[in-house]
């Protein structure tokens, strides 16, 4: 693992968010996606929003991202509401943060080393010698020293994850984004990526949101849960707190039941 020093975060006022959505709704063809969504994450949190299938999660990443424009309510980062200003302030956010796909989304024409070279190259003006010395950081950050030279297709599935990681490391963001990030993996492998979400997250001071279905995960890795059914946040809190909810909805969903409000 590379042996550089982050220092400490600075000391944020309980009131200054990384990420905050207010009354947030979506639609698509009139369907309604999100309903009056209102989410906030603190800076360092590993924020896991948890929810079936279908129930919006991946495009609520999207909607952080600044990839999809809410039909109304709106997305802070940091206080500045991603899509009252310019395309350039809106590009400015986005480096900031990080996104982690659920099928890791690497170029299959390029090697690992060019896969984590391509943003700072087309988003930067790095030389190549600290092009260079970024990649390879970030490859031993994840613990794949030594692959640059390897195509995606010769990686495992675990090993794609890692990769997938370093590059949404390259750009030093403050915010990291991972939609289902064990998907595909067995439970071995998920509980490696897992350590490694904590590690990363925790040596780098970076606030993360990981959307997931499964339980195991979300649990290993969380330090606030929020579930999201039909289109609302419908309860938030710490893991212990969450795990004990007496919600009907939460709980069927914890104990995997096919009797109660989740049909």
Do not use: W
Request: a neutral charge; hydrophobic letters at 40%.
């Amino acid at each position: 693992m590379s042996e550089r020093e982050y220092p400490p975060s600075p000391i944020l006022a309980p009131s200054s968010p990384i990420i905050e959505l207010c009354g947030v709704r979506l639609a698509f063809e009139g369907k309604q996606i999100l309903r009056n969504l209102n989410l906030r994450v603190e800076h360092k949190q590993r924020m896991v929003v948890m929810g079936q299938s279908g129930a919006g999660k991946s495009t609520l990443l999207r909607l952080i991202l600044g990839i999809l424009h809410p039909t109304a309510g709106t997305v802070l980062f940091e206080g500045h509401d991603l899509f009252s200003g310019s395309r350039p302030q809106l590009n400015g956010i986005r480096g900031k943060i990080g996104m982690v796909y659920q099928s890791s989304a690497l170029i299959s024409s390029l090697t690992v080393h060019d896969n984590l070279a391509l943003p700072l190259v087309e988003l930067t003006r790095k030389s190549h010698a600290q092009i260079e010395h970024i990649v390879l950081e970030k490859l031993d950050l994840v613990g794949m020293e030594g692959t640059g030279k390897l195509m995606p297709s010769e990686l495992s599935g675990g090993m794609r994850k890692r990769v997938a990681i370093a590059r949404a490391m390259v750009m030093e963001p403050e915010l990291l984004l991972f939609d289902e990030p064990t998907t595909g993996l067995d439970p071995v492998l998920s509980a490696v990526i897992d350590k490694l979400i904590i590690d990363l997250t925790e040596r780098t001071h970076t606030t993360s949101i990981i959307v997931t279905h499964e339980l195991a995960s979300a649990f290993r890795i969380a330090t606030r849960i929020a579930m999201l059914f039909h289109g609302r946040i419908i309860a938030e809190d710490q893991p212990e707190a969450f795990r004990a909810s007496t919600n009907p909805i939460v709980q069927q969903f914890i104990e995997g039941r096919t009797e109660g409000p989740i049909s």
